[in-house]
């Protein structure tokens, strides 16, 4: 135990040899042992302050050759208990009473003698109050021992009511938060929980770490007309993203009506119900300054434990939705950079750069972060999981990762039908829809979105945070080749351009896309929706409306200008050099293989059609096709499913080589 005391002693003892060699010492030896089995200390006990120093000597002596002593001079705890369980009940009572009347004014002083007290089952108010104030003085650096204390102070007499929202704590800050909320779900449930604002700020942490957790208007008002700056960022956070305005614009006023902000955490709590205020207010573009001002504030290395969600995600989320990725990124190296790699916030700070990273179109780059994320020591939430399950068919469908798409959305499942989506999680959402739409599966996510719209509905759909879900069901309706689909969400980013400089941005994109799809478009407006994307850090969909748009072009210059540009948008594929040329054994004779080709069989063999190759590629339809032939005239085969048996059995031929 790591209370101070050694009150777990692994002593492999036979319990009724113990007790006959107890028996069996001096009467004043027996004393002994029982003021130990009662609480005291080799120091502290009567028999030391009546007897001689070579007296105690020998009595210390006596019962250690018995075998009755531990290393560190104590009784081991079972020992101890068999001791006491043989005393008279009047002669147990009165040593428990002289135990407690030798306790320091402050118990709490002394742990280990502490420890060693309530380990002997006494009951006594006193010693339930210095029990609770040394696990709740212990909760923040180290909740495994503070959850010890707790269990020692319901021992010794506290009600199990009293410790709920204590527990919950504790179990937040070790990352159980499953625990933790049916510890709260327990102390909501009485009829007056007796410590009403510590269980409301618990189980605002479970329900924003979570995304899990009881009613969020029922919580809130659990923190009293005063609620401290601490409590009314959290308040807010988690009302805002549950879509509760009217709870959280009281929050909001009691925020700016506190008089002083007297630690640097405070004033960075207050600028984050600014932010958030702003955010779903009428001036959106305000809320990004004010989120970022907060995570640059908040002070590195403090207690954030119980916070629904850090600063700098909050900042970066901001930032993601309003397509500025370059303040997203920024901010999330500084964050990155000041958590421990094994703390509550790292995983979630480190998704959110996987995300920055894949909407850029740094694939390789954000499957790094993604593991990383993934390998930390942290209980994973079901927050945690559901971006992760966004990020890995995200990473998929961008990959040209046919299978792996395939095999990200086999494993959805609970994650995916389990987690109810607040506000803060509508990026994944939307990728998960689109996704969904590229496997033909839209209805697992269906129900999600619904609750979406709701949400931002009750929200009186605010652009900041509505316009990302907008752009990813046009993207959803470009992939299933529904233009009709893509108007309404158009026209609601039209709505939202005059507040929202990025909702603009992305309506021009839209409306440019389904002239696209309809094959009525002006390539110089596709060009500069296509940079004005790029510019807005959406790189990944600024390439495919290239892409889309090089493969409708009915003149070959057009066409070629648009793929140059797509070329030169996605990281990488301007510089990189084309594969080297490869010759293969197969039965029917050697095949060479040019790189081109081979990056175009590996596509078809993952299941693209030649459109979605080509777009990949940034060649054309007709280009891949005249690939594709070739290839088939070499290895002097017929049918498709020939080529791709054939085309499979090559390109596993060569990553043999290759390893």
Not at 113 to 121: D, E, S
């Amino acid at each position: 135990m790591s209370t101070g005391a050694d009150v777990d002693v692994d002593v492999d003892v036979d319990l009724d040899v113990h007790v006959a060699r107890f028996r069996g010492l001096s009467e004043p030896a027996r004393a002994l042992v029982e003021e130990l089995a009662a609480g005291f200390g080799l120091d502290d006990c009567p028999t030391a302050g009546r007897s001689s120093a070579e007296q105690y000597d020998d009595l210390l002596a006596e019962v250690e050759s018995a075998g009755l002593l531990t290393g560190a001079g104590d009784l081991p705890p079972a020992v101890a208990r068999s001791v006491i369980e043989e005393l008279p009940l009047h002669r147990r009572r009165r040593l428990q009473r002289k135990v407690l009347e030798a306790l320091p004014e402050d118990p709490t002083a002394d742990p280990p003698r502490l420890a060693r007290v309530a380990a002997t089952g006494v009951q006594d108010p006193k010693l339930v109050t210095a029990l609770i104030a040394f696990g709740d003085d212990q909760v923040t650096d180290d909740p495994e021992a503070a959850l010890e204390w707790y269990d020692l102070a319901e021992g010794a007499g506290a009600t199990a009511e009293i410790l709920l929202a204590r527990r919950a704590e504790a179990a937040v800050r070790t990352g159980d938060l499953a625990g933790a909320a049916g510890l709260v779900d327990a102390a909501l449930a009485l009829p007056e929980p007796p410590e009403p604002r510590r269980t409301a700020g618990v189980a605002l942490a479970v329900l924003g770490q979570s995304g899990i957790g009881p009613l969020a208007g029922e919580v809130v008002g659990l923190l009293g007309p005063r609620p401290s700056g601490s409590d009314t960022a959290c308040g807010a956070a988690v009302l805002i993203g549950r879509g509760h305005r009217d709870g959280a614009e009281q929050l909001v006023v009691a925020n700016s009506q506190s008089a002083s902000r007297p630690t640097v955490r405070e004033a960075a709590l207050a600028l984050v119900v600014n932010g958030l205020a702003a955010s779903i207010g009428d001036s959106p573009a305000d809320a990004l300054p004010f989120l970022v001002r907060a995570a640059q504030t908040m002070p590195a290395g403090g207690d954030d434990a119980l916070l629904p969600a850090h600063p700098a995600m909050l900042a970066a989320l901001a930032a993601l939705h309003t397509g500025e990725l370059g303040v997203a990124e920024s901010v999330l190296d500084g964050a990155v950079d000041a958590v421990d790699e094994d703390s509550r916030w790292s995983r979630p700070l480190i998704q959110l750069s996987a995300w920055a990273r894949m909407v850029l179109g740094d694939v390789a780059g954000a499957t790094d972060l993604r593991r990383r994320a993934a390998a930390g020591s942290w209980p994973m939430t079901s927050r945690d999981a559901f971006w992760d399950l966004a990020l890995g068919v995200g990473l998929a469908r961008r990959g040209d990762d046919t299978r792996g798409l395939a095999e990200e959305w086999r494993r959805a499942g609970a994650r995916l039908i389990g987690h109810p989506v607040d506000l803060y999680d509508l990026l994944p959402l939307g990728e998960l829809h689109v996704a969904a739409v590229r496997v033909h599966d839209p209805a697992k996510v269906a129900p999600h979105l619904r609750m979406a719209w709701a949400l931002l509905e009750r929200l009186d759909s605010p652009p900041l945070w509505a316009t990302a879900l907008h752009w990813d069901v046009i993207q959803g309706a470009i992939l299933a080749n529904q233009p009709r689909d893509i108007a309404p969400h158009a026209q609601a980013l039209v709505r939202s351009s005059a507040r929202l400089p990025y909702a603009a941005i992305l309506a021009e994109a839209g409306r440019v896309w389904m002239q696209v799809m309809a094959q009525r478009f002006v390539v110089g407006e596709v060009v500069q929706a296509v940079h004005r994307l790029r510019d807005a850090g959406q790189v990944w969909d600024a390439c495919r409306l290239a892409g889309h748009a090089a493969a409708r072009a009915d003149d070959r210059k057009d066409t070629a200008r648009l793929l140059e540009c797509a070329r030169e948008l996605m990281p990488g594929t301007a510089d990189d050099p084309e594969p080297s040329a490869r010759v293969v054994e197969l039965s029917t004779g050697r095949v060479h293989l040019s790189g081109r080709e081979r990056q175009v069989a590996r596509l078809v063999v993952a299941g693209n059609t030649y459109r979605e190759v080509g777009a990949r590629l940034f060649l054309s339809e007709r280009t891949v096709e005249h690939h594709i032939a070739r290839i088939r005239q070499r290895l002097g085969v017929n049918s498709r499913a020939e080529l791709l048996d054939h085309l499979r059995i090559a390109l596993d031929q060569l990553a043999e080589e290759d390893r």
